[in-house]
């Protein structure tokens, strides 16, 4: 279980949505260390429930290249787990 502070913090913001809003089998709640924002490369790592099927990671996909932000994020699939990280900044 979350606890309000971390729910509210950055590095919570996406796990707590995906959380929220679709059955997740696995996941690493934290995307950075706040106390050490540089120490590694920030990335979410989940797994959708198999009640989806292999489709939700398409759509996910998907969403993920039409964020509109001052970032730009990649996906990658490696045994069974998804990967979601900041890979460049968008020319503004």
């Excluded at 950055?10 to 540089?38: C, T, V, W």
Aim: glycine content about 6%; some cysteine.
């Amino acid at each position: 279980m979350m606890l309000e502070n971390e729910i509210h913090s950055k590095e919570f913001q996406i796990s707590y949505y995906l959380h929220n809003n679709f059955r997740i089998e696995q996941m690493r709640f934290g995307m950075y260390n706040p106390d050490n924002a540089y120490y590694q490369i920030p990335m979410l790592i989940f797994r959708f429930s198999k009640l989806y099927g292999p489709g939700i990671y398409d759509e996910f996909q998907k969403c993920i290249e039409k964020y509109n932000g001052n970032l730009e994020w990649a996906v990658f699939s490696r045994l069974k787990n998804n990967f979601t990280f900041p890979s460049g900044c968008k020319n503004g």
